[in-house]
């Protein structure tokens, strides 16, 4: 086998191409792969979203359900007028005319979730 310049140049030829279409070959193996995994990632997520969304509408109901049964307690009947001035109105009384109310303005059901 005689090597000289010629054969050199033709084998870094031929290595240089099989290099490139090897790299081009992986290169579209790994991007078919990324896509795939991005896919998959994309629809976890979607159902992920789609299970939260649907746990805080059925919490929502819930609050809804549970707000409709104790509204009719939270009504407090006002006492208007019937005093003797500004006097009234400037201290508090030592004993409330109702119950304490709980309030609902705070953490909610949906806040758990």
Do not use: C, W
Not at 39 to 55: G, T
């Amino acid at each position: 086998m005689i090597i000289d310049a010629k054969s050199i140049i033709m084998t870094l030829l031929i290595a240089a191409v099989a290099f490139y279409i090897g790299l081009k070959f992986v290169r579209k193996f790994a991007l078919s792969i990324a896509q795939e995994n991005h896919d998959a990632v994309l629809a976890m997520d979607q159902a992920d979203e789609a299970k939260l969304l649907r746990k805080q509408r059925v919490a929502d109901e819930a609050a809804a359900s549970a707000y409709a049964k104790v509204e009719p307690l939270l009504t407090v009947p006002t006492i208007t007028g019937g005093g003797s001035g500004s006097n009234n109105n400037s201290r508090p009384s030592s004993r409330p005319s109702s119950p304490p109310v709980l309030s609902t303005t705070g953490s909610s059901a949906s806040d758990a979730v």
